[in-house]
């Protein structure tokens, strides 16, 4: 079984900065994207940024300049480094892995969120 367990939230005020970090434990063969997402109250979940196996990133226009993705693969852990934060970042944060399981077969597993509340 895999599992995602993110870490990192917290309340910051504007202008703040933090790390999300996302462990990825379990035994799967490969993934091909790794993403965060969050969802404000009230609003859909969207994608925020994601990081692919080549190493390829992408992140919502919004968050561009501000966020960076990137993945340490010794420790099976992908980040969210947020900088310059507003109170419009304020959300429940998520990770999501989609790849494949050692029989090859696709999988898609969601973290429990990490709350991430940025004050004015």
């Known amino acids: 079984q895999v599992q995602l367990a993110e870490s990192g939230g917290g309340l910051v005020q504007a202008g703040g900065s933090l790390r999300l970090s996302c462990v990825v434990s379990g035994s799967i063969r490969s993934f091909e994207i790794m993403g965060w997402y969050r969802q404000a109250p009230g609003k859909q979940r969207e994608l925020v940024a994601f990081?692919?196996?080549?190493?390829?990133?992408n992140y919502v226009d919004s968050v561009k300049g501000r966020f960076t993705v990137s993945r340490d693969n010794t420790k099976n852990t992908v980040y969210l480094l947020m900088n310059t934060l507003k109170p419009e970042d304020t959300a429940v944060y998520y990770c999501?892995?989609?790849?494949?399981?050692?029989?090859?077969?696709?999988?898609?597993?969601w973290g429990q969120g990490t709350q991430v509340t940025v004050s004015s």
């Open positions: 999501n892995l989609r790849g494949r399981d050692p029989t090859l077969a696709r999988i898609d597993y």
């Open positions: 990081i692919t196996s080549g190493g390829s990133t």
